[in-house]
């Protein structure tokens, strides 16, 4: 395998990075190693999920929990973090009010992985939802000069709401790793890329793909587009390290390559690719993924601005037949008799019981 490339694209990248960095101003002084493990530590705590049933799921279990595993799930899509607040740059204030709505309603995060491997671990009677971050601005992961975290970027206050009991740190970040403006490099603080990758991945989160450069992968060229599919995912996993794997991406713009199939797997030189899960630009609420309508590459979301998830909400509560509910148990799939038509049928190949009731 040709590592050499990828680390030479990998210290280019970086060595340019530095360079904007210093060049913008951006430099700050990076913790210590030791430091950023002790961090790494204390920034982990979250509660835990309700352990899966012991026994086994039943129908009357299902029922009295009102469990619907064939119900579709938001994945909400966000952009900047900052202020004042415009179509794609939504407030901390407000965000922190988003994570309050979605607890207070009844609903969980988790990584679009696992929505993607239908590896749902929510607790009994929750909806998990996915929280997704596009293009990797400064706003989403900042660090202050201390080396603390911005209380009011993204992770911050996902982090503080996690501690206070009221989420947990499960969300998507699509990062970029050659753009202009270089504040969207890896979140902009060039010291400290490497450190945020692999603090993200330690708590829980997951780092997805959004090509290298913002990729319009419509019109690009096949060859273009299979070489930053490939060279994103192989850069991301080189920098967390650990055996981690890229397994989603965010298609830049919306805009489709005219072969799909490239998102899914491909070859370019010695680095050979594949990914799970592509996620639209707009689209309403996601199929589950145990229905034959779930389609893995073209996941929509739901774009959070102005009183969009307000609205998202009290849609899933004017027809909670359409809202997937959680039977609590990950090794079952459980739903009612009769679902809407829109919701599709359980996949045949599910490896898994189903529970009806
Ligand atoms: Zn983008």
Not at 110 to 130: M, Q, W
Not at 288 to 296: D, I, K, N
Not at 328 to 353: C, N, T, Y
Request: hydrophobic letters at 40%.
């Amino acid at each position: 395998m040709r590592t050499d490339k990828i680390i030479r694209f990998f210290v280019g990248a970086f060595v340019v990075g530095s360079l904007l960095g210093l060049m913008g101003g951006l430099l700050f002084g990076g913790p210590s190693t030791a430091n950023t493990a002790a961090r790494g530590d204390a920034e982990s705590a979250e509660p835990a999920p309700e352990p899966a049933a012991a026994q086994p799921m039943t129908p009357e279990k299902a029922q009295a929990i009102g469990a619907n595993e064939l119900g579709t799930i938001m994945v909400l899509e966000y952009h900047k973090i900052g202020s004042p607040s415009t179509e794609w740059t939504r407030t901390p204030e407000d965000f922190r009010a988003d994570l309050a709505l979605l607890w207070d309603e009844g609903y969980y995060p988790i990584n679009l992985r696992d929505l993607a491997t239908g590896n749902i671990e929510v607790p009994a009677g929750k909806t998990p939802v996915v929280l997704t971050f596009d293009d990797s601005s400064p706003g989403q992961y900042r660090l202050l000069e201390d080396g603390t975290i911005d209380p009011d970027c993204a992770v911050g206050v996902m982090q503080a709401a996690t501690r206070a009991g009221r989420w947990a740190s499960r969300a998507t970040f699509f990062v970029l790793l050659d753009v202009r403006p270089a504040d969207h490099l890896l979140f902009g603080q060039p010291d400290s890329q490497s450190e945020k990758l692999r603090n993200l991945v330690s708590w829980g989160y997951e780092v997805g793909s959004h090509t290298v450069t913002h990729l319009n992968l419509k019109e690009a060229s096949q060859e273009e587009s299979v070489k930053q599919l490939a060279v994103s995912k192989a850069t991301i996993e080189k920098i967390v390290g650990s055996g981690y794997s890229v397994d989603t991406m965010s298609v830049p713009f919306g805009a489709y390559p005219k072969d799909d199939s490239i998102l899914a797997a491909g070859t370019h030189e010695d680095l050979s690719y594949r990914y799970l899960a592509a996620v639209e630009v707009t689209g309403g609420s996601s199929s589950s993924p145990y229905s034959t309508e779930f389609a893995p590459l073209h996941i929509p979301r739901i774009v959070v601005d102005g009183g969009s998830l307000r609205a998202a909400v009290q849609r899933f509560k004017d027809n909670p037949k359409l809202r997937y509910v959680s039977d609590g148990d990950p090794s079952a799939v459980s739903f009612p008799e009769g679902v809407p038509d829109e919701l599709g049928a359980a996949l045949a190949d599910l490896g898994r019981p189903i529970i009806t009731y």
